[in-house]
C-alpha cells in the first residue's frame, strides 16, 4: 500500500473532479445520504475529509451543527480552506490535518462521525475505528461510506471491469494514472459488508444497519457507540 499522504497529496487537484466523472455524479448523492444518517448531531468529526465535501454537507443540513475536518494530506486541506469559503461554512467548519490511527482529540468529544471513502485508507482499520469510538459521547453514531463489490452476478463484473479500466485511464489524463490504479485495486480486497462490520463490531461499536446504494457499488455502515 502507498503511504497514504503522499499519495493524495499527489491525486488532490483533480479528486473531485474524477469522483463525479466516475460516478456520474453520484458520488454526491451518496455523500448527501452519509450526512441525514448522522441526524441531527451538533458536533461532528469528518475523518479522511479531502476537501470536505461531507463536512460541508453536515453543517448544510443540520442546524447549530459545528464540524470538525481531519486529513493527512495538506493539499486536500488547502483546497478545501477554499471551498469553505465558496460555500459560506468558513465559521462552521474547522479542518485539522492528522490520521485515524491518532486523532488529536479527547474521549467523548464528538456526537458524530463520518469517513467517506477513507477507511479502507487507512494503514490500521481497526485501530482507525477504535480511535472512533474513543473520541465518541455515548449512544452517538457513526457513518462510513466505503466502495464496495456488488453481489449481483451478471452487475458485478460488468462494473469492476469499468471501474478498473476507467480510474486509470481518466487519472492518466492528469499524469495519476498510478495513482488511481492504486485505489481501485484497493476496493475488492478490502473488507466489506460482514467483514467490514466485524472490524466495527471488534472495535465496540453496535453495527445497526447498512445500507446499499447505486446497486451495492458502495455501503453507508451505521454503528453506534451504546451507553
Given at each position: ?74 493539499q486536500m486541506l488547502d483546497l478545501a480552506q ?78 469492476m471491469s469499468y471501474i478498473r479500466n476507467m ?33 466495527m463490531e471488534d472495535a465496540g461499536f453496535s ?21
Open positions: 500500500m502507498p503511504e497514504t499522504q503522499s499519495l493524495f497529496n499527489k491525486v488532490a487537484e483533480h479528486y473531485d473532479l474524477l469522483n463525479t466523472l466516475l460516478s456520474f455524479g453520484t458520488d454526491k448523492s451518496w455523500r448527501r445520504r452519509l450526512a441525514e444518517e448522522i441526524r441531527s448531531s451538533k458536533i461532528v468529526l469528518d475523518i479522511a475529509t479531502g476537501t470536505a465535501e461531507v463536512a460541508i454537507e453536515v453543517v448544510k443540513r443540520w442546524n447549530g451543527c459545528f464540524a470538525i475536518g481531519i486529513d493527512p494530506s495538506k477554499a471551498k469553505l469559503r465558496v460555500a459560506g461554512v468558513k465559521k462552521k467548519i474547522t479542518l485539522v490535518e492528522g490520521v485515524a490511527e491518532s486523532l488529536p482529540f479527547k474521549d467523548g468529544t464528538f456526537d458524530a462521525i463520518t469517513i467517506a471513502f477513507g477507511i479502507r485508507n487507512t494503514i490500521d482499520p481497526l485501530t482507525s475505528l477504535k480511535e472512533m469510538y474513543r473520541v465518541l459521547r455515548p449512544a452517538s453514531r457513526v457513518g462510513i461510506l466505503e466502495f464496495a463489490v456488488p453481489q449481483n452476478r451478471i452487475f458485478a463484473p460488468l462494473y480510474f486509470p485511464f481518466l487519472g492518466s489524463f492528469f499524469g495519476k494514472r498510478n495513482e488511481y490504479q492504486y485505489l481501485v485495486d484497493s476496493i475488492p480486497i478490502f473488507p466489506q459488508r460482514d467483514s467490514l462490520t466485524k472490524l453495527v445497526k444497519k447498512l445500507i446499499e446504494l447505486t446497486m451495492g457499488t458502495v455501503i453507508i455502515y451505521v454503528g453506534v457507540k451504546e451507553d
